[in-house]
């Protein structure tokens, strides 16, 4: 079992920045393709990024290219989404998730989810 827990939510207005972290335990981290997904009000859950379990290859939704960033600390076991410009679109509930490496690039399906953290950005 992996357990993902994310952090770094919050309230901030609209052209700021956050930082999202996500921290794992269970498995070995480095052995994991991690993703960030979000969730607003009344909309389903969307792809925001994704990165290798190697930290060498990445991918965005084309609604946050540009404006966020995922990395990855394997030695830390941690996994960011670094937001910046901000828009009151991307208020949600972001989540992290995490799928075996052996399963293929790009990630389709999720092994195991974190709970989310909460991201509201006024205008």
């Known amino acids: 079992q992996v357990q993902l827990v994310e952090s770094g939510g919050g309230l901030v207005q609209a052209g700021g920045s956050l930082r999202l972290s996500c921290a794992a335990s269970?498995?070995?981290?480095?052995?994991?393709?991690m993703s960030w997904f979000r969730q607003a009000p009344g909309k389903e859950r969307e792809f925001v990024a994704a990165?290798?379990?190697?930290?060498?290859?990445?991918l965005y939704a084309d609604s946050v290219k540009g404006r966020f960033t995922i990395s990855r600390d394997n030695a830390k076991n941690t996994v960011y989404l670094e937001m910046d410009s901000l828009h009151a679109e991307d208020t949600a509930v972001f989540y992290c998730?995490?799928?075996?490496?052996?399963?293929?690039?790009?990630?389709?399906?999720?092994?195991?989810w974190g709970r989310g953290t909460q991201v509201t950005v006024s205008s």
């Open positions: 990165i290798r379990s190697s930290g060498r290859s990445t």
């Open positions: 998730a995490a799928v075996w490496y052996g399963n293929g690039w790009p990630p389709v399906r999720y092994n195991y």
């Open positions: 269970g498995r070995t981290f480095s052995d994991y393709h």
